[in-house]
């Protein structure tokens, strides 16, 4: 699989970490890795789109839309029904969106099976945990805290958060140094080619979970391990994949 052009050089900052001593790190994506967000998403792209009076969109069509934050989804429902999208109805349509999607969180969002019992387990031994998602950072964080999640996440970073967004390594690298981390010792946990390609491009192990929105299979994704259940990721697994890697 080839590394796109967000590939980069490790940071000073990032390779060495920025404090003392750093306890090892795994980064998740959001949306349909460690929340399953899709009934939610979907309520809200067709409350959007119900006001130019476009066809709804279904579940089947998760894979196509996801991944990409905001923008991109409704950009891509358009060209589902392929219809046009002139800029100012797109503006009025993502603020329509956003509005519907902030106000009804959690909505039927929720962590996926095994996810809460995960991070537990990382956090007692000692991990970092952090989340990397090219949701807007506006609407990630208000999700994780309504789910009780907050407290498990001190780094959050957004698709908005930097000048870049995954696959581009400079969205790791972001996370990572934000985190007080080192590169060295970073994990990314991620369902789609976005997730997997930043790590490479980072340089980082990457684990894909195979329950995600994947519009591939998780075997075509290139990832140096996949797993069916967050009861595989346990912190011996983890501490293989980084001595693996180093």
Known sequence: MPILEGSATVPDSVAAGSRATQAP??????????????????????????????????????????????KVMITRAFELRRTPLNEETFNTLFDRFMGHYAAHMPGKSRPYPGATACLAALAAAGFSLAICTNKAEELARPLIEKL?????????????????RK???????????????????????GDSINDILAARNAGIP???????????????????????HFDEITPDFVRQLIAARA
């Open 167 to 189: 696959p581009d390594a400079g969205h790791i690298f972001g996370t990572i140094e934000k985190a007080g981390a080192s590169a060295k010792a970073s994990v990314m946990v």
């Open 206 to 228: 990457s684990i894909a979970v195979r329950f995600g929105y994947s519009d591939v299979p998780a075997e075509e994704l290139g990832a140096d391990h996949i797993v069916d």
């Open 25 to 70: 790190l795994v980064i998740f994506d959001l949306d349909g890795t460690l929340i399953d967000t899709a009934p939610d998403l979907i309520d809200s792209l067709n409350y959007t789109i119900e006001a130019v009076g476009m066809e709804p969109v279904t579940f089947d069509d998760v894979t196509f839309l996801v991944g990409q934050g905001v």
């Open 148 to 164: 009780g999640l907050a407290g498990d996440f001190p780094t959050i970073t957004g698709g908005n958060t930097f000048a870049v």
